[in-house]
């Protein structure tokens, strides 16, 4: 396969993203059915979202609120009336043969959301936020976990119904040998504007959210290319391989004298490469009509100047304000917006911690158990508090660094809090002098040449003796501490 450094030389990538998120209500989008994740299969039904004769729907207004919010939050212009249209087309996840989606008039337009890579700001333009329902899911039991090949499906209706909202931004050029990295730094910034409106929990291993990616080549200064839509990537990191996936694979379709194909694809988390799914639909495709069940809606001016007064502080704004509250440099910043720790440094340092202390833990330790199981660090399962806790305990002495870490490792392996973990692994500073004095002995005593070469001068050997120290107490003593009372115990001194 050519090399992406040569492929980005050759020709110039086009992305684009289209982000479904299921929003947080209590109730499904035109029904009072509930929306809560893990119920048994088909419980969260009745005859609205299956569709059944006669059952007429009622628009969630809290929907069409957090709807709003999200589109103010993008930069977009909030239309002063719009409707619902079906979308039809026969899937099996969707009881009534058609989904109520919005299509030619969406409530939110024409926004934009900028973004940060290696110090270079992309701004990527909304195109609409629209609001619709979420459709059932299916399951294929078989080897393959796919439709093809499986030997039968299941069809779960619960999720049939749920309020999505839709956010489909516009073609962006320009991103260079960067674009894995935007789009990979898009969805991050929209993941995080989402869970600061609290409208959505925005899991993506849940499904909450999910996002179709868009890419096409094209020479320098040609048309774009035909593009293709890799769907429901669930991770940022595979947001980030899908799009680098995909610009190697339609560059080799190219250079080899083919067409790219307007079609879906299949991202594939193990090998790192999309599969073909089917050709793409065009509008025409799904019979788009109004829907004669639900009247238009005529959002109240009013109305949306108030949300858009009552929106919290976003991530970009806190992120401007936490640089002059953390006091790091310009480049620091860069570096801690890259690795998406900014808000989470921030919030430990809020909860007590110095900032240098924050930043240590945030971008060295924490950012390794990260990396391990693939994940964000936001996700990873250990908060600010237990990192300010953590902090505080290595300040008075009750835990070493490197008991601070097994203290973090048990938390990801328990979930418990920092306290709980200490108390239950034993894992406090052993601050017994008497104790201490006695295992340096013991430790003088089973490595009597070491100790001659303390006694003789050499005083780097010492570290030999404190590591038997500190293995003899499971890693639980000061290990400065142990120095200077070996040294001390030698008749040397420093």
Known sequence: ???????????????????????????????????????????????????????????????????IRIGLALNCSIAEWCRFARKNYFYPDMPKNFQTSQYDEPLCVEGYLDVEVDGETYRVGIERVHLEEDTGKNTHVGTSGRIHGADYSLVDYNRAGIPLVEIVTKPVPGTGALAPEVAKAYVTALRDILRTLDVSDVRMEQGSLRCDVNTSLNLPGAEWGTRTETKNVNSLRSVERAVRSEILRQAEVLDAGGRIVQETRHFQETTGDTRRGRSKEEATDYRYFPEPDLVPMAPDPAWVATLKDTLPELPAARRARMRDVLGVSADDM?????????????????????????????????????????????????????????????????????????????????????????????????????????????????????????????????????????????????????????????????
């Open 1 to 67: 396969m050519t090399a992406y450094e040569d492929v980005i030389a050759k020709y110039e990538p086009v992305i684009g993203l289209e982000t479904h998120v299921e929003l947080g209500t209590v109730s499904k989008m035109f029904c009072g059915c509930s929306t809560e994740f893990g119920g048994d299969p088909n419980t969260h039904t009745c005859p609205v979202c299956l569709g059944l004769p006669g059952a007429l729907p009622v628009a969630n207004e809290k929907a069409i609120e957090s709807t």
């Open 334 to 494: 860069v570096h801690l917006t890259n690795a998406g720790v900014v808000d989470l440094v921030g919030a430990t340092v809020e909860a007590g911690a110095p900032v240098g202390e924050a930043r240590n833990w945030w971008l060295g330790y924490l950012a390794q158990k990260a990396n391990e199981r693939e994940v964000d660090p936001a996700d990873l399962g250990v908060t600010p508090a237990h990192v300010a806790r953590l902090v505080a305990l290595v300040a008075d002495g009750s835990l070493s660094t490197a008991l601070a870490r097994q203290v973090v490792d048990g938390i990801l392996e328990t979930g418990a809090d920092v306290d709980t973990v200490v108390a239950e692994r034993g894992l406090a500073v052993v601050s017994d002098t008497g104790a201490l004095e006695q295992a340096a002995d013991d430790a003088i005593a089973a490595n009597p040449d070491v100790a001659e070469k303390v006694r003789g001068g050499k005083l780097p050997a010492v570290g030999a003796l404190v590591g038997a120290v500190m293995k003899a107490t499971r890693g639980q003593a000061d290990a400065a501490a142990v120095k200077q009372i070996l040294l001390a115990r030698l008749g040397v001194s420093e």
